[in-house]
DNA sequence: GCCAAAACTTATCGCGCGTAAAACTTTTAT
DNA sequence: ATAAAAGTTTTACGCGCGATAAGTTTTGGC
């Protein structure tokens, strides 16, 4: 390392024997200068460990290489999980991935949007809290910055949508679950944060009738993102008051099958496929810790390799590119079969 | 909203009929400026929606508002919740946190400081990987950046460090253990990531020799932060070749107990307190899915709020005050009796 | 070797705001 | 009432870099 401390890019470009615009061309973009002028910047580079002023390069730059990445709960690993995913593949890309939480609070997502607004990001990925989320303040964000919907989608805001085909999700497990044993009833809540809940419920109604079964749908009492605490107290109260007319129940989401199997337990009901079970419980999501419950969690799994990578992809084609029209994509889920049902 | 759209300081300056050095003053800090001048500039403010911007901002001033929250592994609920408590711990006291997750890799971590370092933070606030931190590196950043570290400390790095006090938490409840039934081996890692295993073991060996019990402590062979599925699969070895001298396991984390649960269920073991079980499983940390577990986890409730808070508060006194030596905060962890053990 | 294209240099401006000094005005204390 | 203190305005400069225009050098194809 150098002596003495390069303090900026016009001392850079002196102790590199190449001239600022060139230097702050190779900044921009390294293949862009010729071979030669690359090697003698990078030299000094590794000499002198200097680094452009981040601020400086955003004040003037129309572009900048920030994206935001927001979402709903971040004490949830499903989005922990996707938020990782998708943090990486912008940091591949050369973009500077910045990671929010609306922590499930509709003001909260509000603040973000405008804080994000200051931060002049090339783009946003963003999974709106949902039917909580201020639409208008969605809605006027995407039309100011490029922004790709995930996970849950509002209308059809954004230049994309990315997430799962829910209904879908629903079609194949009731399928499994009626193949396997007695027809499941439905359980989630009476007032879903998210609106892919609609579309599980949907899909459940659809199947069931296309089986030539009568849907059964128990709704549970309860605000906010507790899922598992929900799923334990109020899925405990339809079991007591023998809510399910079927030994099978398939919760809108893993979560709430999670604190469901714990409400199984506490009133000492088995819980699995086994002869001496006496009731069969099945998810939806394939949440990271649905391998571990007891029993481990029968469930679909959201493709959360694929969505991240696709919202990424789409995003990074609109900012790049030319725009498209709204996109939407759909993956589907996939039967994940363990011991639960 | 006015018609005319305020582009910088200075047109703002210019409706609020005040000068702009006293506008800049005011955004510095609004109880700076007379009553009267506040009240006329956050009468424009409401009309105009002028905001500074941040990058021109940033650019000049010694010090930021930016505040670095970095924790070792975002898909662990634990970590997510702490980060939510510090985020809205900065938020209240007027700084911008950004969130960054090493996800279990060295490299990152490095590149995490580095980009921060030029972010001119005011402050960070850092949960290292532990063992595998390049600990050189975390020493120069802390020598650069006000840095607080929480969860796990190296030596005596940066302005405090915030944490647990670990051998007490093993202490705590192998006493509760051994006062209700046979006394705990210990089940943990062979080269835990985290410092505190170790804290936590040595803690377990003192509890179990003040009470005359031989020490039993097993070791599990795994890398990474896939605790639970190590717990599983290497704490199902240790129950095959039967390396549990006693009928109860504590073990030293509660993702470990997790996966340790799942692998105890595999065996059609009966995991609890009552008299048709056969083994008794604790935990350490209270995760927040530890209450959702089946049996919920016995175990020591690590104290989130406090340590969050306590973090916060003593990077914001070292940033804003005098600079006081490094100060070693532990709490006590608090004991959480559930069916498991 | 010639010549045009490509790459580079030099020079200069602007971005939006922080900051400082000096002169001025208002508030507070005596 | 008067002095002192506190707050405000004016003026001016600087931060580090992006961007551009005009002039100079290098490159590569013939």
Redesign the pocket.
């Known amino acids: 390392m150098g002596a003495t401390k390069i303090?900026?890019?016009?001392e850079f470009a002196a102790v590199s024997?190449?001239?600022?615009?060139?230097v702050?061309?190779y900044?921009?973009d390294p293949e862009s200068?010729?071979a030669?002028?690359r090697q003698k910047i990078e030299e000094a580079l590794e000499r002198y460990d200097y680094r452009?002023?981040i601020f400086?390069?955003n004040?003037?730059?129309?572009l900048t290489k920030n994206v935001g990445v927001v979402v709903p709960y971040l004490a949830d690993p499903f989005f922990a999980e996707i938020a990782r995913n998708i943090e990486q593949s912008c940091i591949d890309a050369g973009y500077r991935p910045t990671l929010y939480s609306s922590h499930g609070q509709p003001e909260l997502e509000k603040d973000i949007l405008d804080s994000l607004r200051s931060l002049k990001p090339a783009g946003v990925l963003l999974a709106p809290l949902g039917r909580a989320s201020d639409k208008s303040a969605v809605e006027s964000f995407c039309s100011d910055v490029p922004t790709v919907l995930f996970d849950s989608g509002i209308d059809r805001l954004g230049l994309a949508f990315v997430g799962s085909d829910n209904p879908q999700f629903a079609m194949l497990i009731v399928d499994y679950l009626c193949r396997t044993g007695e027809p499941p009833c439905f359980l989630e809540m009476r007032t879903p944060s998210n609106p892919n809940a609609n579309k599980r419920r949907q899909g459940y109604v659809t199947a069931m009738e296309r089986l030539g079964h009568e849907p059964c749908i128990v709704q549970m009492a309860g605000e906010g993102w507790d899922f598992e605490e929900i799923g334990r107290r109020e899925g405990g109260v339809a079991l007591d008051r023998r809510q399910f007319r079927t030994n099978t129940v398939l919760c809108s989401n893993d979560r709430l099958a999670i604190g469901f199997l714990t409400a199984c337990y506490e009133r000492r009901l088995r819980v699995g496929r086994d002869t001496d079970c006496t009731i069969r419980v099945a998810g939806q999501d394939d949440h990271p810790f649905s391998r571990f419950t007891c029993p481990p969690l029968t469930t679909v799994a959201q493709d959360y390799d694929a969505i991240s990578r696709h919202a990424v992809k789409s995003l990074f084609e609109a900012i790049e590119g030319d725009t498209k029209p709204h996109e939407t994509t759909l993956f589907q889920g996939r039967l994940v079969m363990r011991d639960s049902a």
């Open positions: 303090r900026n890019m016009e024997g190449i001239s600022r615009p060139t702050s061309k900044f921009h200068v010729r030669s002028t452009p002023n400086a390069m004040q003037n730059r129309k």
